[in-house]
């Protein structure tokens, strides 16, 4: 019941995602908490679910020469190092400092989709 | 210089990233339109591919820490994929302005339900 649910949920994700042009995982951790995975797992859970995602998007996206690869390239491979002290530093948080601070990065992201929707006014 | 600028980028998107689960794109897209001068557009694609690095590297750090839930990823992945690919195109039908507005709202209540917890 929890799996036909957890893959319900994440067609609405997904639509949310592409119509708002945000990445999955800003709704992929609340929706794992929901269904009772920790903060922490489900932060790391959200990341091998945004794969797929992000797959058929470049794929999508390279059709139209969107994708600039040297710079993405160059990008990707300096994050690397990063996610090893971000994955520390959210291991070694409590539980509940994560999830608070993950809702700061909510706040933030509302804010960034309303600028957006408000500049592109004519 | 840009190089340099794509690093420092490329740093502060794989920590976010890492840290909250996230892809990192809400910083990697504004930074490449401030400080590398990319268009909107293509600043999104490139903010893509450079996710699917720092994701997989991120993945592989929590596989390691035995935190990953593969069952709960798949099942949420897969059909999100699709319905990414739906809503993309569903923005060209929609009063997408309007309904940013009632998406961030309901972010807002999200992450205010979450520091209530």
Known sequence: ?122 | MTILRLVLIGLAAGFLSALFGVGGGIVIVPLLVIAAGFELRSATATSLAAIGVTATAGVITYVIHGDVRPVYAVLLGVPAAAGAAGGASLQQRLPVRTLSLLFAALLVGIAIRMLLQ
Do not use: C, D
């Open chain 1, 1 to 122: 019941m929890t799996y036909a649910l957890a893959a319900l949920l994440g067609v609405v994700a997904g639509v949310l995602a592409g119509l708002f042009g945000v990445g999955g995982g800003i709704l992929f951790v609340p929706t794992l908490t929901w269904l009772g995975l920790t903060q922490l797992h489900a932060e790391a859970t959200s990341l091998l679910a945004i794969v797929p995602t992000v797959v058929v998007g470049v794929w999508r996206q390279q059709r139209y020469g969107n994708v600039r690869w040297r710079s993405a390239a160059v990008i990707g491979i300096a994050s690397v190092g990063a996610t090893i002290g971000g994955a520390q530093l959210a291991e070694s948080l409590p539980e509940h400092v994560l999830r608070k601070l993950f809702a700061v990065l909510l706040l933030a992201t509302a804010a960034q989709i309303a600028w957006r929707a408000r500049r592109k006014q004519p």
